[in-house]
């Protein structure tokens, strides 16, 4: 079983910037791929951002040149930096990542999620 601990939402005005982070903790062989994604009010979860464990990185397009996600592997660790805010980056966001359990199971697991909100 994997725990995931979200933190660094908050409100920021349009060209500020936050730092999302995102800790894994619990019971599992390996964090394999870890990712941010988003879902604003009325509208479906998307993708952000996600990055391997060897550190390949995709982004959403919308985000692409503002946002940055890195990794520690030695704490299990995601970070999403978003610089450039706008308002249309409101939304909550949520980390995931892909785990192999003791018993060899792949696993998809989701955090709670961490409410941005950018003010024009």
Known sequence: QVQLV??????VQAGGSLRLSCAASGSF???NAMGWYR??????RDLVATITRSGSTNYADSVKGRFTISRDNAKNTVYLEMN???P???AVYYC???AVSRASYVMNYW?????VTVSS
């Open 6 to 11: 979200e933190s660094g939402g908050g409100l």
């Open 29 to 31: 062989l390996s964090i």
């Open 39 to 44: 879902q604003a009010p009325g509208k479906q």
């Open 84 to 86: 450039s805010l706008k």
């Open 88 to 90: 249309e980056d409101t």
């Open 96 to 98: 995931k990542t892909v």
């Open 111 to 115: 955090g709670k999620g961490t409410l």
